[in-house]
């Protein structure tokens, strides 16, 4: 099975458009230091000639320009795709917003839990994805699903997180999260190994640790370094785990988790525009890399 990573960067990718920190700023004046990344998405394929894009990030249409197989063959008809299917592991906005591009009536069908797909019908400006040519298709939870026509297997499973931002009751647990808001998707096809991706969690347990074990790959939440990390730099008053997101370091972090997990491959992925790992040479890196992680950029491609 064929994986490219589509997008690397975080809700609002790197450099965010209003940021002005460090690394942003780096990113904005076109430092080598560091390489702008794109908002959260991945593609893949079993056959190379159907895909099945796991969320549709507001870059989309850069992120298909960028990447030739996904776009219409030239030889085909006036109008054509080789995305078969967007599959979606939440209702963030660096994760749906992609959907509007894809507005042109051609076929294809949308992955979700139910929780998702009602975030999706809630929202009218959804209704522009057509119901006679863009299938909805539920995604259950704990069960392999055959992503239709492209030999491609899904099993969505929940994950600890948090409800969309634009979804968040304050007066509520949890800000009125509950499961299937957040999923993470082991990805398999006839003969290969699995992926994982698990672009949002807020807390690795045993279960997700005896899940993911012997994988081939994980691309796994990478949004910041620190759970402090945009309170120190004033952009936001939260933590990492208020945002639903584990930090690479510190208590309950995710840069150790996997050590015992047997994952052949493993990089961080849905980067946020602060996070210190996104400047090459820097002691961040260095730790990260010598905890055996990547760190996925946008077109990083690579099979299981
Ligand atoms: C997140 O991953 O926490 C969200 O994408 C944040 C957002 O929607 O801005
Ligand atoms: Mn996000």
């Not at 691309?219 to 990492?240: A, C, M």
């Amino acid at each position: 099975m064929l994986v490219k990573v589509l997008g690397a960067g975080a809700g609002g990718g790197f450099p965010q458009w209003n940021c002005n920190t460090r690394l942003s700023r780096l990113a904005w004046d076109g430092d080598e230091r560091v390489i702008p990344r794109t908002q959260s998405s991945i593609a893949v394929s079993a056959d190379g000639k159907s895909w099945v894009i796991v969320n549709a990030s507001p870059d989309i249409r850069q992120q298909i320009r960028a990447t030739p197989e996904l776009q219409p063959d030239r030889t085909g008809g006036s109008r054509n795709s080789p995305i078969a299917a967007i599959v979606l592991t939440n209702g963030d906005i660096d994760h749906v917003a992609g959907l509007l591009s894809l507005r042109e009536r051609q076929p294809f069908s949308v992955y979700a839990t139910a929780r998702v797909h009602s975030v999706l019908r809630e929202n009218s400006v959804f209704r522009i994805l057509a119901p006679d040519v863009v299938s909805r298709l539920s995604l259950p939870l704990n069960e392999e699903t055959g992503i239709a026509g492209t030999g491609v297997i899904v099993e969505a499973f929940p994950v600890h997180g948090k409800i969309a931002l634009y979804l968040e009751d304050p007066s509520k647990e949890g800000f009125g999260t509950e499961t299937g808001d957040t999923i993470g998707l082991k990805i398999t096809a006839a003969g290969s190994g699995s992926l994982f991706y698990i672009p949002g969690c807020a807390k690795i347990d045993e279960e997700l640790l005896s899940r993911v074990h012997g994988a081939a790959a994980l691309l796994f939440d990478g949004t910041l370094f620190t759970d402090n990390e945009v309170i120190d730099l004033g952009v936001l008053d939260k933590t990492s785990l208020r945002m639903g997101h584990v930090p690479l370091t510190g208590e309950g972090s995710s840069l150790h988790a996997f050590d015992r997990a047997g994952i052949a491959r493993k990089a961080f992925i849905h980067i946020n525009t602060t996070n210190p790992i996104l400047e090459r040479g820097s002691e961040a890196e260095r730790t990260v890399k010598a905890a055996g992680w990547e760190i996925s950029h946008d077109g990083m491609s690579f099979s299981v």
